[in-house]
T-cell receptor, first 115, second 112 residues
Framework: AQKVTQAQTEISVVEKEDVTLDCVYE???????LFWYKQPPSGELVFLIR??????QNEISGRYSWNFQKSTSSFNFTITASQVVDSAVYFC????????????FGQGTRLTINP | NAGVTQTPKFQVLKTGQSMTLQCAQD?????MSWYRQDPGMGLRLIHY???????DQGEVPNGYNVSRSTTEDFPLRLLSAAPSQTSVYFC???????????FGPGTRLTVT
């Protein structure tokens, strides 16, 4: 069975601080995808990134960066120089390649950026 | 393209009432699914479909029915609503084998 754990339920930082959201996953499959989604206060789910299990290269997109480490089954997300608009709930998710295309989500981390 | 649309946006039901949550997509996606979002639990898969006429259960299917008569539509039916079904419901779609799922805007359902 697959499982995703986001141990940080809520994080609150002051604007311009860097913040890292942790994601730990469990799967016996060797081929899978990992995702991060953002859910702003308006409620929709916004896709941020996808990473497949064969690609451990870290990725940077503007102020966002992702650190994928298979050795620790982690896929952490860092926001550099946070802004108030980054306030949202962030979900990490896992999808195995075989079988149904279902996404297994973590519990979510509520990030609040204070001005 | 409208993407994935869901109606209604908000709904209040009394215990025992029935209703259908609508989901439609105009991207010709084979795969469609329903998730529910509850505080502290992330999103959990209710039912999914890999094409017209084919549906299967997800993680939390009890109390919900689905059917897929067309590629575009994937309605979720609550036959007898219960307070435990108070949640936010998301519909998603994608091409089969594709990486990314496209989510609808969600339906907030309250059962009293």
């Amino acid at each position: 069975a697959q499982k995703v754990t986001q141990a940080q339920t809520e994080i609150s930082v002051v604007e311009k601080e860097d913040v890292t959201l942790d994601c730990v996953y469990e799967t016996r499959d060797t081929t899978y995808y990992l995702f991060w989604y953002k859910q702003p206060p308006s409620g929709e789910l916004v896709f941020l990134i996808r990473r497949n299990s064969f690609d451990e290269q870290n990725e940077i997109s503007g102020r966002y960066s992702w650190n994928f480490q298979k050795s620790t089954s982690s896929f952490n997300f860092t926001i550099t120089a946070s802004q108030v608009v980054d306030s949202a709930v962030y979900f990490c998710a896992l999808r195995i390649i075989q079988g149904a295309q279902k996404l297994v989500f973590g519990q979510g981390t509520r990030l609040t950026i204070n001005p | 393209n409208a993407g994935v649309t869901q109606t209604p946006k908000f709904q209040v039901l009394k215990t025992g009432q029935s209703m259908t949550l609508q989901c439609a997509q105009d991207m010709n996606h084979e795969y469609m699914s329903w998730y529910r979002q509850d505080p502290g639990m992330g999103l959990r898969l209710i039912h999914y479909s890999v094409g017209a006429g084919i549906t299967d259960q997800g993680e939390v299917p009890n109390g919900y029915n689905v059917s897929r008569s067309t590629t575009e539509d994937f309605p979720l039916r609550l036959l007898s609503a219960a307070p435990s079904q108070t949640s936010v419901y998301f519909c998603a779609s994608s091409y089969l084998g594709d990486y990314e799922q496209y989510f609808g805007p969600g339906t907030r359902l309250t059962v009293t």
